[in-house]
């Protein structure tokens, strides 16, 4: 659409402070009425004044392009195809789209415009930790195995002073969080490592 107010001239006037003050808070309150930042406010304003400079009409779109290229060929069938591929092929095989694409039989590059028509999506999931009821119980033992009476007959905990502690994280290390490539409709995968001290 254009404007056709753009041969009038505008009349020259020197701006005071307060004339300058007002127009910065009239611009700001645009930003906030159209719920944009200062600097969208500030394009625009940018492309007005360089149609109006170029003496053409005024355009009140957004510049903003279109969807253009090759468009997507996926139908709905073939979208729930895909998807039941996916969801067949093991979680360990779906960490990395080079992976994923190697199982499937397709080219890397095919799989990159399925993600981009969001015909799967990626979910990082973080490992909880599992223990069974002999491992809780193993656990509650050696706390309490550090608990000593006091003559005032009030229980202290030991200075533990003649222990050395050692992360087991650093002798079994493993990716405690890890990105899965899921279908559509497939549920988020639920993952727990079994602790590394034993009952």
Not at 30 to 48: E, F, G, L, P, T
Not at 142 to 148: A, L
Request: hydrophobic share 35%; proline share 3%; net charge positive.
């Amino acid at each position: 659409m254009a404007s056709s107010d753009t041969s009038h001239p505008r009349n020259k006037k020197d701006l005071t402070h307060k004339d300058d003050a007002e127009a910065v808070v009239f611009l700001l309150s645009c930003a906030n009425q159209y719920k944009c930042s200062d600097d969208q406010i500030s394009r625009v304003w940018r492309r007005v004044v360089q149609d109006i400079q170029a003496d053409r009409p005024i355009r009140s779109d957004s510049y903003r392009k279109r969807r253009s290229g090759r468009k997507s060929l996926l139908t709905e069938e073939s979208r729930h195809v895909h998807n039941h591929a996916i969801e067949l092929i093991p979680l360990e095989d779906r960490t990395d789209i080079r992976t994923l694409a190697s199982k499937l039989g397709v080219p890397k590059s095919t799989l990159d415009d399925y993600f981009m028509d969001s015909v799967f999506h990626v979910h990082t999931n973080r490992a909880k930790l599992m223990l069974t009821d002999e491992q809780r119980v193993e656990r509650v033992k050696f706390v309490t195995g550090f608990v000593k009476s006091a003559s005032s007959r009030r229980n202290m905990f030991d200075s533990m002073m003649k222990y050395v502690h050692l992360d087991v994280k650093w002798f079994y290390l493993k990716n405690d969080k890890q990105r899965f490539y899921l279908g559509e409709q497939e549920e988020n995968p639920h993952i727990t490592l079994k602790t590394r001290i034993t009952a």
